[in-house]
């Protein structure tokens, strides 16, 4: 089986995955807000309903929809495969961020990032320089200095807690499978018709599960917030794929591993100018050298020169 082949245009790979990085950043935070009206069911539900409907029209007015008929079995085995992924990934995270904290789950979850780099590099046969190697070193340091406090809790911490956090680590896995899944399906289809597919599919999973009445009850900014997830599902989740097409998947997934420090700032923004949304994240001294490492890591796998 041929292998997708990325187009090198990493500088718009790079400005495709640094936007990645924002959406899914603040996307806890209003996660947190929207989970203290809806259950978890109907959030995934109106994410993925909403970013189809608006994907497809949009792919529609443009003549670009996808055609069906001359998709291949493989193609199709691929898209489940992603779907089902993707969904899951969806409900892992969610329990667990429901079960845990914004800055906890953002933390966890960027495993996934880092197992997509992994597979990268042994699935499509990517390559690290030695700098780059040393860039993963420096990161992995970064992270076990940056997140010592949340790892004391999670050893100390309530049971439903450590089993919030195990929920994230799964879907983090998940994810990981359908990010592979979906660098392949680009030697096909475009990545516009692939996450159309995918929101599509999702929804249909996850509506027999969902309470749509509850919506209707929601105040002003808990349904700004649930849109707000909504838009934010169908921009992220498509300047990712895109970046896939652009540049190889081990190093858009040293990006997004920066997803967290835009996180913990957030959480610092938002406590500070609207106290009470959301508990407040400590960041000590020993994090903040954490968090140099972790960017200083992550740029130099990104930036290094491909390894021949």
Known sequence: MSLHQNSGRWRLGLALSLLTVFLWGILPIALAVTLQALDVYTVIWFRFLVSFILLGAYLGMRGELPKLRQWRSQTWKLLAIATIMLGANYFFFMQGLALTSPANAEVLIQLATLLLGFGGLVIFHERYTLSQWLGVGVLICGYLIFFRDQITNL?????????????????????AIYALAQKQLLQSLSSPNIMMMIYGGAALLFTPLAKQETILKLNNLQLGMLIFCALNTLIAYGAFAESLEHWEASRVSAVLTLAPIVTLIAVELVVIFTPGLIPAENITMTGMIGAVLVVAGSMAIALGKKAQ
């Open 155 to 175: 050893i100390t911490a309530h049971s439903t807690y450590i089993f919030g956090s195990g929920l994230v680590i799964v879907g983090a896995a998940v994810w």
